[in-house]
């Protein structure tokens, strides 16, 4: 199709639309929504009043519950989630996320859901807050790839909300079988539980300021609210709190 647009400006479209959260092309030729159509559209019947099973629709938390009660290991966990359809998120993302580092570490990392670079690439945090990540656990000796001192890493939500918004209640809620059944697989020795969201869906409050720096217990385990590593690279001063809160997380593995 010709078009007056030279390469680099339709790139630049292209990438803003992609930037917008558009994933697909539907077709080749533009539609114009807002045509009156030549014949008007038949009335179409009423509908008879639906029982009331129908009008409720299927429960997604309860067939969150009932998929995540049924895997017995961490593949198939991430087969099920994956699976789940409940949740439109999926609709919009490029890759399912479920994990990255050491199954069975000491430490497993809780964020709150998957940003641009972790879509395209299907592991959590390997963008710019992935990288202070890695590097907070480094200070304490311990390693997403290592053998020796790893770390588990994983998020409340496994599909990248589109402009990276926060979730919504209902999301976070279908999602939390899943994480609470991630976490008895995993097994492991405590929680880091990185910014609001975490804390919101783990321990049913928000407000990191106040949370952080205090361990609490979350799904029977020590939990430490922490800063989400992308506020620490808004607010490098946050970094000495930070650093005080891995120091405790240490200390407990060491008790
Ligand atoms: N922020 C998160 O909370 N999780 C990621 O995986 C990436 C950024």
Sequence with gaps: MESDLDFHSAKALLEWQIEMGATEAICETPINRYEVPKTAPKPKPKAEAAPLEKVAGPDPVADAQALAAGADTLEALAEAQAAYSHCDLKQGARNFVFSDGQPGARIMVIGEAPGRDE????KPFVGRAGQLLDQMM???DHDRAGAERPVYITNILPW???QNRDPKPEE????????????ELAKPDLLILMGNISCLALMGRKGITRLRGKWVEVLGKPAMPMFHPAYLLRNPAAKREAWHDLLMVQEKLRA
């Design 119 to 122: 879509d395209l690439q299907g």
């Design 138 to 140: 480094a200070a304490i």
């Design 160 to 162: 990248r909300p589109p």
């Design 172 to 183: 976070i809620a279908m999602m939390m079988p899943f994480v609470e059944r991630h976490v």
